[in-house]
Antibody
Framework: QPQLQESGPGLVKPSETLSLTCTVS??????????WGWIRQPPGKGLEWIGT???????YYNPSLKTRVTISVDTSKNQFSLKLSSVTAADTAVYYC????????????WGQGTLVTVSS | EIVLTQSPGTLSLSPGERATLSCRAS???????LAWYQQKPGQAPRLLIY???SRATGIPDRFSGSGSGTDFTLTINRLEPDDFAVYYC??????????FGPGTKVDIK
């Protein structure tokens, strides 16, 4: 079973770029069967899909965030990363990385999540 | 965009009772790409059901999913104390590729 772990700063200033990394263990991110994604959850609210990446680098983004989001993959480190630019307080959330099973389109393994607060 | 609506917002039940949670989509969900997740406070969501009715690995058979098209249901038989949580449905389809419902909270009556 794979394990996913998010890492990155817990506090980001408004207008700056949020950067997070998800490290995958217990399985190769280059496994051609799976995709990898980022989902976020503002405090006390629901879940929002941010984007998804394949190990080849193909990406799919939520149109509502597309102009500010970049997801990349580093197969040598078994990691994938999220960058969200020009953040505001509305981007304060718990950010999760997760594995996507593309045959049935569900997220089966999730990281524990990391809270990112946008504040000066 | 496919919008998911979940009802009720909160369901107050006692252990041993049956919970019936609804998820309605604003458009038909293709190929029944509909999943259910359970989330407890401070934890990541946990996959329960995929393909509208298939249980994920390790999920007890007290959990069942049904439905197709725009109407889906998650049923939890014989509620156990560990089942009190928030439940989300999620669909895959048109842009954005993935959307989640607002959640149903199942709490102890």
């Amino acid at each position: 079973q794979p394990q996913l772990q998010e890492s990155g700063p817990g506090l980001v200033k408004p207008s700056e770029t949020l950067s997070l990394t998800c490290t995958v263990s217990g399985g190769s991110i280059s496994n051609s069967r799976y995709y990898w994604g980022w989902i976020r959850q503002p405090p006390g609210k629901g879940l929002e899909w941010i984007g998804t990446i394949y190990y080849t680098g193909s990406t799919y983004y939520n149109p509502s965030l597309k102009t500010r989001v970049t997801i990349s993959v580093d197969t040598s480190k078994n990691q994938f990363s999220l960058k969200l630019s020009s953040v505001t307080a509305a981007d304060t959330a718990v950010y999760y990385c997760a594995r996507l099973e593309p045959g049935e389109m569900f997220f089966d393994y999730w990281g524990q999540g990391t809270l990112v607060t946008v504040s000066s | 965009e496919i919008v998911l609506t979940q009802s009720p917002g909160t369901l107050s039940l006692s252990p041993g009772e049956r919970a019936t949670l609804s998820c309605r989509a604003s458009q038909s969900v293709s190929s029944n790409y509909l999943a259910w997740y359970q989330q407890k406070p401070g934890q990541a969501p946990r996959l329960l059901i995929y393909g509208a009715s298939s249980r994920a690995t390790g999920i007890p058979d007290r959990f069942s999913g049904s439905g197709s098209g725009t109407d889906f249901t998650l049923t939890i038989n014989r509620l156990e104390p560990d089942d009190f949580a928030v439940y989300y449905c999620q669909q895959y389809g048109s842009s954005p590729l993935f959307t989640f419902g607002p959640g149903t909270k199942v709490d102890i009556k």
